[in-house]
């Protein structure tokens, strides 16, 4: 499976764009890249998927170059109520694999 | 109603007992899997399975273990419930490509 390293924090302010950049370094061909919000005591909601390029929906974007060794995803202009934890997760479902989920980056929005 | 429901939501248990946590779906998933999430930390994958016939250990299995009875319910059981299992348990569905969809969650705690 990819290991997936993501900064442990961010501060942003209302308004502005977030990025969350994640490293896999030893990705492999058919993995997808998936990232999960989670609020404190939810369970983690999908937000958006990937595979290269540029991925975008009405919550976020992903953005993964060519070499697909690492993977950014962008929230515009987040609020108070985009704070909480973003997980980045590698690989694909198949087979007798399930996806990990590592610790994830705590994204703490001010006013 | 929700999508994946999860019983109980809270329990206090002493040491020693044995706990069974209860997750059904109605969205007619394949694959379930069985979290776990301490204080401040992501989620670790205790078991998953990708059918009824198909259970598989994940990171954390020891001191825990499962039942698939149905394709739409999967139980976590803690034969002999210690304090280091006192955590929040997370039940998730998927179907296909990893996107999944998460209960409540039950918040356990042993004393």
């Known amino acids: 499976l990819a290991k997936t390293t993501q900064p442990i924090s961010m501060d942003s302010y209302e308004g502005q764009e977030v990025n969350i950049t994640c490293s896999h370094n030893n990705i492999a061909t058919n993995d997808y890249i998936t990232w999960y919000q989670q609020f404190p005591s939810q369970g983690p909601r999908f937000i958006i998927q990937?595979?290269?390029t540029k991925v975008t929906n009405e919550v976020a974007s992903l953005f993964i170059p060519a070499d697909r060794k690492s993977s950014t995803l962008s929230l515009p202009r987040v609020s108070l109520s985009d704070t909480a934890v973003y997980y980045c997760?590698?690989?694909?479902?198949?087979?007798?694999?399930?996806?990990?989920f590592g610790s994830g980056t705590r994204l703490q929005v001010q006013p | 109603d929700a999508d994946v429901t999860q019983t109980p939501r809270n329990r206090i248990t002493k040491t020693g007992k044995r706990i069974m946590l209860e997750c059904s779906q109605t969205?007619?998933?394949?694959?379930m899997y069985w979290y776990r999430q301490d204080p401040g930390l992501g989620l670790r994958l205790i078991y998953y399975?990708?059918?009824?016939?198909?259970?598989n250990k994940g990171e954390i299995s020891d001191g825990y273990s499962v039942s698939r009875q149905a394709q739409a319910k999967f139980s976590l059981s803690l034969e002999s419930a210690i304090p280091n299992q006192t955590a929040l348990y997370f039940c998730?569905?998927?179907?296909?490509?990893?996107?999944?969809?998460f209960g409540p969650g039950t918040r356990l705690t042993v004393t």
């Open positions: 998730a569905t998927s179907e296909g490509r990893d996107e999944q969809y």
């Open positions: 969205k007619g998933h394949d694959r």
């Open positions: 997760l590698v690989g694909v479902d198949t087979g007798r694999r399930a996806l990990t």
């Open positions: 990937g595979y290269k």
């Open positions: 399975s990708f059918d009824v016939k198909d259970i």
